[in-house]
């Protein structure tokens, strides 16, 4: 984790650099589910969210121990207000960077939420069709013979 210092954007390109990552995973994961899903691949991916999300809480940590040393909300509100009273161009322009690429990973995150429960549900039914194919089986009739599936395929 960084040291403290007095600028909140101190690590800025860091912390951009890390959401521009989770962005690539998580563009990366929507591929990888619109595929052929490979568990393994998204394992992959998983573990590497998981460590860039850590590293991005680490620097979003010592963003608003920052402001909050100087006063300010230790959140995106404080660091607006900081901006405002602070205004310098560059700073200003990377934050809304930043801002702006954490909408798209929010964008493409919530669509593979969405993938996943679509795939999920699939799953389900598919299972559910093997469920209803297989009550049936193990089942006894009024003559005390094991009864024959009767459902689906299995007729």
């Known amino acids: 984790m960084p040291k403290s210092c007095a600028d909140p954007l101190a690590h800025i390109e860091e912390e951009i650099e ?8 998580v563009e ?10 490979d568990a393994d691949e998204l394992d992959r991916i ?10 991005m809480s680490d620097l979003v940590h010592f ?35 930043l801002l702006c690429i954490a909408h798209q990973i929010k964008t493409v995150n919530q669509a593979n939420g969405q ?9 389900q039914a598919i299972l559910g069709v093997f469920g209803i194919a297989t009550q049936g089986l ?5 003559d005390g013979r094991p009864q024959s599936a009767r459902v689906g395929y299995l007729k």
């Open 63 to 97: 963003r608003n121990a920052s402001l909050a040393q100087q006063g300010y909300h230790p959140d995106e509100a404080g660091m607006r207000e900081w901006l405002t009273d602070f205004p310098t161009h560059a700073s200003r322009e990377r934050w809304e960077f």
């Open 138 to 142: 193990g089942l006894y009739g009024s």
């Open 115 to 123: 993938l996943i429960a679509r795939l999920l549900n699939q799953n």
């Open 46 to 55: 998983t573990a590497k969210k998981m460590a860039t999300v850590s590293q």
């Open 18 to 25: 890390a959401v521009q990552t989770l962005l690539l995973l």
């Open 28 to 37: 990366n994961e929507r591929q990888t589910l619109l595929g052929i899903v």
